[in-house]
């Protein structure tokens, strides 16, 4: 999946399918249940839904596995709702427009903030910088926890010298 992807909203559906020409032939209303893609470009209340194809299948491998699983099919990323810089308003105002995600929020492109309305350039300024204080944070975590197993470590090492040093001066 490209970046541009993992911007958009993608889910696998299971849809009833009118057979017209089989219902015509038995005389009786005939469906057949099909597969489909739903697609929606945040920041754009469009969807596209269509049968889907089998590239479809390596493109969105994530959220087809999902699909194959009977998972939930959740956007990956950071949800609005956890975000406390928004406001209850411009959180509604996301959702309608198929915006999700922080990540989201900072892929938005000019012409996408201009079409939201005032405010939202600042909005996508903020969600990256928002993006951006988490994985410094998550990378600070991340050593600070590294940190901690390799002095455990050496603690345990001292430990396991010292007896040796106590063995060693019994047997002499």
């Given at each position: 999946?490209?970046?541009?992807?993992?911007?958009?909203?993608?889910?696998?559906?299971?849809?009833?399918?009118?057979?017209k020409?089989r219902?015509?032939?038995?005389?009786?209303?005939?469906?057949?249940?099909?597969?489909?893609?739903?697609?929606?470009?945040?920041?754009?209340?469009?969807?596209?839904?269509?049968?889907?194809?089998?590239?479809?299948?390596?493109?969105?491998?994530?959220?087809?596995?999902?699909?194959?699983?009977?998972?939930?099919?959740?956007?990956?990323?950071?949800?609005?709702?956890?975000?406390?810089?928004?406001?209850?308003?411009?959180?509604e105002?996301?959702?309608?427009?198929?915006?999700?995600?922080?990540?989201?929020?900072?892929?938005?492109?000019?012409?996408?903030c201009?079409?939201?309305?005032?405010?939202?350039?600042?909005?996508?300024?903020?969600?990256?910088?928002?993006?951006?204080?988490?994985?410094?944070?998550?990378?600070v975590?991340?050593?600070?926890?590294?940190?901690?197993?390799?002095?455990?470590?050496?603690?345990?090492?001292?430990?396991?010298?010292?007896?040796?040093?106590?063995?060693?001066?019994?047997?002499?």
């Amino acid at each position: 999946m490209n970046d541009d992807d993992a911007k958009l909203w993608v889910k696998f559906l299971k849809r009833a399918v009118h057979l017209k020409a089989r219902s015509e032939r038995e005389g009786r209303q005939i469906y057949e249940d099909r597969e489909f893609i739903s697609i929606v470009v945040p920041g754009s209340a469009d969807e596209i839904v269509r049968e889907i194809r089998e590239e479809d299948k390596v493109r969105f491998a994530a959220q087809w596995n999902r699909y194959l699983l009977n998972q939930e099919q959740v956007m990956d990323g950071t949800p609005i709702d956890e975000w406390p810089a928004l406001t209850a308003s411009q959180r509604e105002e996301l959702k309608y427009l198929k915006v999700f995600t922080v990540e989201q929020i900072a892929g938005l492109s000019d012409a996408q903030c201009q079409k939201l309305g005032a405010g939202y350039m600042s909005l996508r300024v903020k969600a990256g910088a928002f993006l951006d204080l988490a994985r410094d944070t998550a990378a600070v975590q991340r050593y600070a926890a590294e940190n901690a197993e390799l002095r455990a470590e050496i603690e345990a090492l001292k430990e396991a010298v010292a007896e040796m040093k106590k063995k060693g001066s019994r047997a002499a």
